[in-house]
T-cell receptor, first 115, second 115 residues
């Protein structure tokens, strides 16, 4: 069965600190995809990144970076030099062959960046 | 390009009333999804359509819920009669091909409160 675990319920950091959000997933499929979404206080879900199971290269986009490690079934998300605008709930999600067209979401991590 | 458009953004209704939520997917997207977000259950898939045809409605909680997609640019999610436990954020989303593999883009959500 598919499962996404975000063990950190809430994190608070001071502005300009770096922060890492953890994501651990479970799937029996060899082909799967991992996603991160951001939900700011306004409520919408904003797509951040997609990764497939065959590409373990880390990715960097501005202050955001993602570390995918199949050996530990983790797909962690790091924000460098955090800003107040980064305050949001961040969701990690998984889709795989068995789950067909479903995205399985973790429970989210609420990040608060204190000015 | 316009994203997924949902209406209403907020709705407060009395128990027993009919609620209709509306969605316009991104133009050219063949897949449309309805998700529900609650504190207890997080984000869960209710139903999805491919080319206007319902493919999987196993997530629809009960017969009070129904969804239609009369054409490629419009879908509705109806709750009749509504109950307080239906209070949640309902997200519509679309993608150009089926997950796994492709990104699902979400609307801003419809925040439903049933009193």
């Amino acid at each position: 069965a598919q499962k996404v675990t975000q063990a950190q319920t809430e994190i608070s950091v001071v502005e300009k600190e770096d922060v890492t959000l953890d994501c651990v997933y479970e799937t029996r499929d060899t082909t799967y995809y991992l996603f991160w979404y951001k939900q700011p206080p306004s409520g919408e879900l904003v797509f951040l990144i997609r990764r497939n199971s065959f590409d373990e290269q880390n990715e960097i986009s501005g202050r955001y970076s993602w570390n995918f490690q199949k050996s530990t079934s983790s797909f962690n998300f790091t924000i460098t030099a955090s800003q107040v605008v980064d305050s949001a709930v961040y969701f990690c999600a998984l889709s795989d062959q068995t789950g067909a067209n479903n995205l399985f979401f973790g429970t989210g991590t609420r990040l608060t960046v204190i000015p | 390009d316009a994203g997924v458009i949902q209406s209403p953004r907020h709705e407060v209704t009395e128990m027993g009333q009919e609620v209709t939520l509306r969605c316009k997917p991104i133009s050219g997207h063949d897949y449309l999804f309805w998700y529900r977000q609650t504190m207890m259950r997080g984000l869960e898939l209710l139903i999805y359509f491919n080319n206007n045809v319902p493919i999987d409605d196993s997530g629809m909680p009960e017969d009070r819920f129904s969804a239609k997609m009369p054409n490629a640019s419009f879908s509705t999610l109806k709750i009749q009669p509504s109950e307080p436990r239906d209070s949640a954020v309902y997200f519509c989303a679309s993608s150009s091909v089926g997950v796994p593999g492709n990104t699902i883009y979400f609307g801003e959500g419809s925040w439903l409160t049933v009193v």
